[in-house]
Nanobody, 120 residues
């Protein structure tokens, strides 16, 4: 059983900041990438940021320079620092973990999501 506990969403004014965190626990042989995706109403889920176990990060242009992803491997926790937030950042943010199970399978696991609302 794997559990992802997300926290840190909320309501913030444009230009403000929020920090999301996601702690993973349970039966995971090894964790590869951890990341954040978001889905706004009527839109497809999209990548916000991800980070490998070695620390390599990936951001789309829409958040590059404003968002920073980091990871504490000892705690199996990933963080997303979001600065200079814009109304178009409003969405449900989902934590994602890609891990290898004890049986050797690669599994893609999702959190339940946390709402981020940016008011103008």
């Amino acid at each position: 059983q794997v559990q992802l506990v997300e926290s840190g969403g909320g309501l913030v004014q444009a230009g403000g900041s929020l920090r999301l965190s996601c702690a993973a626990s349970g039966s995971m042989f090894s964790i590869n990438a951890m990341g954040w995706y978001r889905q706004a109403p009527g839109k497809q889920r999209e990548l916000v940021a991800d980070i490998t176990s070695g620390g390599t990060t990936n951001y789309p242009n829409s958040v590059k320079g404003r968002f920073t992803i980091s990871r504490d491997n000892a705690k199996n926790t990933v963080y997303l620092q979001m600065n200079s937030l814009k109304p178009e950042d409003t969405a449900v943010y989902y934590c994602n973990v890609k891990f290898r199970s004890s049986s050797g399978y690669m599994i893609d696991y999702w959190g339940q999501g946390t709402q981020v609302t940016v008011s103008s």
